[in-house]
């Protein structure tokens, strides 16, 4: 399908490549090299696997969720269940691949960007673990708004610090990061936390999540009879959990893929961060995608709900997998997806994150239209004990609504039912 040159050049079709400042041309040269080496050596690849396993928690179960499959009629569901990670996310996969290749270029300090928390947490957990010194930028603004993840990053030795600029969130502390790398370059490996900047960052960051959908292929064997799922689903954010799943499944053509970004509030620009509603073709920290911007190209704000769906430009690869038409991409709205955290509260005893909330809402859509004997998979990206308060808030303020007037008499499942069926089944 898609030629191993044109990865190897770091564009996925017209998407991708290297749009940075002359300075970083040469340390992005020397990480590709070197990752191209080093993810050949069998050494490497087998202190990774042995981390992963013994450290992270690998393989993560697939778990075939019996009571969420008979309440939306009987469709075989399966969770991936990255949530029982270590710290909580598929991001320490990436986390300690990326800080496994800083020591082996004999690089002591790691940073990162982090938004939601999530890949800060991890990358100082990987700093800890390997003995580094980390670095984490976080705007202002998540920081209020992410407390929790602050001190994590902190007790676990990290040094956090705090971005004013722009509008104080995840894509200012990316620029902060890049600024740091750029001066700092000969000690320092810049640990991205997903499938976005400039190469080879969007296929490192893809190879090291790989092991979700390997796992996944191996695990329905065993399970089903049959490696492959008739649907899977995943959100998609910068897109690296999703594409980590769905690389196992893009030669399969009878698997159905389905990535989901944050619908928001509504379609305005600026209610979601839906890149594929309303993007355009543009240039966002160092890679060519699809970005939410303005008339004049300013890159526009978002909402989500979830803070780890926030961001105005999706991974490349994720821009020509959708112009190949290989991957269909949706949005599912904030409400929606605090609907399907209650549902899978309530039918199998698991809190998802929000962002993982959003690939259950659409799986939902799904599966009333699916004979029984059919196979969702949906990537359970993280837990959603980051997320209780948000969750909690959100009802507060939604008044008067369908759910509270259903809530006194039914079970949550219930009233899911009536929500996406219009009546009782
Ligand atoms: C960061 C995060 C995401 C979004 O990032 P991707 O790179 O799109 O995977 C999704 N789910 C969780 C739990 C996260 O922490």
Same mark, same amino acid.
């Given at each position: 399908?898609? *030629?191993?040159s ?15 400042? #002359? ?14 080496q ?49 710290t ?14 800083? !020591?082996?270029?004999?690089k002591?300090?790691?940073?990162a ?30 920081m209020?708004?992410?407390r ?11 040094e956090?610090?705090?971005v ?7 894509k ?20 991205l ?5 400039p ?28 490696d492959?799922?008739?649907?899977a ?22 698997t ?10 509504? !379609? ?11 993007g355009?073709?543009?240039?966002l920290?160092?890679?060519r ?44 709205? =904030?409400?929606?997806?605090v ?8 039918? !199998? ?18 599966a009333?239209h699916?004979?029984?004997? *059919? ?7 993280g ?7 948000s969750?909690? #808030? ?9 759910? =509270? ?8 499942? !219930? ?11």
């Amino acid at each position: 399908m898609r *030629k191993k040159s044109d990865q190897r050049a770091g564009y996925f079709g017209p998407y991708g490549g290297r749009f940075v400042p #002359e300075t970083l041309m040469a340390p992005l040269g020397e990480l590709a090299r070197t990752y191209d080496q080093v993810s050949r050596q069998r050494k490497f690849q087998r202190r990774l696997k042995d981390l992963l396993r013994d450290y992270a928690g690998r393989p993560t179960p697939l778990y075939f969720a019996d009571r969420l499959s008979s309440t939306l009629g009987g469709v075989r569901i399966f969770l991936k269940r990255e949530d029982l990670l270590h710290t909580g996310a598929h991001k320490i996969n990436n986390a300690i691949g990326q800080a496994l290749l800083a !020591e082996h270029m004999g690089k002591g300090r790691i940073i990162a960007e982090t938004g939601a928390g999530q890949h800060g947490v991890a990358t100082a957990t990987a700093a800890a673990l390997l003995g580094q010194s980390c670095t984490v930028y976080m705007g202002e603004e998540d920081m209020r708004r992410q407390r929790l993840n602050v001190d994590r990053m902190r007790l676990l030795g990290a040094e956090v610090v705090q971005v004013d600029a722009g509008s104080r969130t995840l894509k200012d502390a990316i620029n902060e990061a890049l600024r740091d790398w750029v001066t700092n370059v000969r000690t320092t490996h810049y640990v991205l936390g997903s499938v976005l900047g400039p190469d080879p960052y969007p296929r490192m960051v893809r190879d090291f999540q790989r092991v979700i959908g390997q796992e996944t292929r191996r695990q329905l064997r065993k399970q089903t009879g049959q490696d492959w799922p008739h649907l899977a689903v995943a959100c998609v954010g910068g897109g690296s959990n999703s594409i980590g799943l769905f690389s196992a499944f893009l030669e399969e053509p009878r698997t159905r893929l389905i990535g989901v970004e944050a619908g928001g509030i509504g !379609e305005e620009l600026g209610e979601h961060a839906a890149r594929f509603r309303g993007g355009r073709t543009g240039v966002l920290h160092g890679t060519r995608t699809m970005v939410l911007q303005d008339r004049h190209g300013q890159i526009a704000t978002t909402h989500s709900v979830s803070a780890g769906l926030d961001y105005p430009a999706i991974g490349p690869e994720h821009a020509l997998l959708h112009e190949q038409g290989r991957v269909e991409y949706t949005a599912v709205t =904030d409400a929606e997806a605090v609907e399907a955290f209650h549902l899978l509260a309530a039918t !199998e005893g698991i809190l998802p994150a929000l962002e993982s909330a959003h690939a259950i809402a659409e799986a939902v859509k799904h599966a009333c239209h699916l004979s029984s004997k *059919k196979v969702v998979v949906i990537n359970l990206s993280g837990r959603g004990d980051k997320d209780v308060e948000s969750v909690l #808030e959100y009802d507060a303020n939604k008044s008067g609504s369908k759910r =509270d007037e259903a809530k006194a008499s039914r079970h949550p499942a !219930e009233t899911w039912k009536n929500v996406v069926w219009g009546g009782d089944r």
